[in-house]
């Protein structure tokens, strides 16, 4: 076998190797951007995807995603398409037409549980980007942070990326591990510490505490409020997740002070929300 035929079967033995690993969701993710390769506007919202996930499996952060969601004309486009392929009544045209109409569903679905298969597959919660990340780490200035519920630390990575002096404690009580990914697929050094444990460790030594997605129906993200109201004052608190929504404890988002300011503006412009879940970044008092 010549040099270049036995490369082009290394290549195709790779793509098969890679086919067999690849999550279902990924697969399929994959199969409907070749079926709608002359789809711009559809492909353009696979391919995001694909590269978010690509750079995740790798410990990279994503870049920001565009809305995932298809366009509300996307079946006259498909239908128009078709019918200027093949003229009315061409029983190829019906069949394409069919199988477009099939897989349009189902591709509505995945783009729309992109979060849930982040969750899922990489137990991360926020959509922290590379932009986000970098935004965030110009607003702190190298102050020290504490991370508390820092999952699989996506956080604390992406400040560490930016600044490597940073003193940063990344902190979990890693007790979602039975439950879900959260904690399973570390990305940097984390602490086994709870949140309250953490704070009394470490608020003494910085300047912000960062939390990031609390669970919802638990009130710890309240009993943390509440010790840094109280014993550490002069420690700034910020908060990632969607008001009154998503994250959070309904007594969390009653009784908490936010606010945005002008430099916090800025690094909210880059949590960028592909969903209908508004995430953002508050400084809580």
Not at 59 to 74: A, K, N, R, S, Y
Not at 102 to 127: H, I, V
């Amino acid at each position: 076998m010549n040099p270049k035929k036995l490369k082009q079967l290394k290549k195709r033995v790779k793509r098969a190797q890679q086919a067999v690993h690849q999550a279902p969701y990924i697969s399929e993710l994959m199969r409907d951007r070749d079926l709608f390769d002359d789809f711009p506007e559809v492909k353009y919202l696979i391919n995001n995807a694909l590269e978010s996930d690509r750079l995740l499996k790798n410990g990279l952060l994503p870049q920001p995603l565009p809305t995932l969601l298809l366009p509300d004309d996307i079946q006259d486009t498909i239908f128009k398409q078709v019918n200027q392929q093949y003229p009315q009544g061409d029983p190829r045209g019906d069949q394409l037409w069919n199988k477009y109409s099939a897989a349009l569903p189902k591709l509505d679905k995945s783009l729309r549980n992109f979060r849930d298969y982040l969750e899922d597959t990489y137990g991360m919660w926020s959509y922290v980007n590379a932009p986000f990340a970098k935004a965030l780490a110009d607003y702190l200035n190298g102050a020290p942070v504490l991370e508390i519920m820092a999952g699989n630390g996506y956080i604390s990575k992406g400040l560490r990326n930016n600044n490597a002096n940073q003193r940063i404690y990344t902190t979990d009580s890693q007790a979602w591990t039975r439950e879900n990914e959260t904690g399973k697929h570390p990305v940097t050094t984390i602490e086994k510490l709870d949140a309250i444990s953490a704070i009394k460790k470490y608020g003494d030594q910085v300047d912000y505490v960062i939390m990031s997605w609390a669970p919802d129906k638990e009130e710890v993200d309240w009993d943390v409020l509440q010790l840094l109201r109280h014993d550490y004052p002069d420690v700034k608190f910020l908060v990632i997740g969607e008001q009154d929504g998503a994250t959070n404890s309904k007594k969390f988002w009653q009784e908490a002070q936010l606010s945005q300011d002008e430099g916090l503006q800025k690094v909210n412009q880059q949590l960028h929300s592909f969903d209908l879940i508004d995430e953002q970044i508050y400084l809580v008092k």
